[in-house]
């Protein structure tokens, strides 16, 4: 019953934005952090942003300063906003909840290719 979905994703130009979104159902969601990462052809999955339950967010470094992680407790879905999106920022996206080693629960994930 536990189910994350992803959307948001696309092609998009160098420079440009996209918003992406996980909805998120079948468990209580503001007990749990959420994070975004992403796996491109060939690479191992790589965390690039999370958010905690009390809100604290991380970022890793090569997308501080143009990416924003947030959530909507009211609504049940984490959102990734990406500016300034650079080809190296192409993957499959994955939303990934937690809240202890035993309570992990993933996504399908949604392409993002940025490309001109």
């Known amino acids: 019953q536990v189910q994350l979905v992803e959307s948001g994703g696309g092609l998009v130009q160098p420079g440009g934005s996209l918003r992406l979104s996980c909805a998120a159902s079948?468990?209580?969601?503001?007990?749990?952090?959420m994070t975004w990462y992403r796996q491109a052809p060939g690479k191992e999955r790589e965390l690039v942003a999370g958010?905690?339950?009390?809100?604290?967010?991380n970022y890793v470094d090569s997308v501080k300063g143009r990416f924003t992680i947030s959530r909507d407790n009211g609504k049940s879905t984490v959102y990734l906003q990406m500016n300034n999106l650079k080809p190296e920022d192409t993957a499959v996206y994955f939303c990934?909840?937690?809240?202890?080693?035993?309570?992990?629960?993933w996504g399908q994930g949604t392409q993002v290719t940025v490309s001109s």
């Open positions: 990934n909840a937690w809240r202890s080693r035993s309570e992990v629960y």
């Open positions: 079948g468990f209580t969601f503001s007990r749990y952090g």
């Open positions: 958010i905690a339950s009390t809100g604290s967010t």
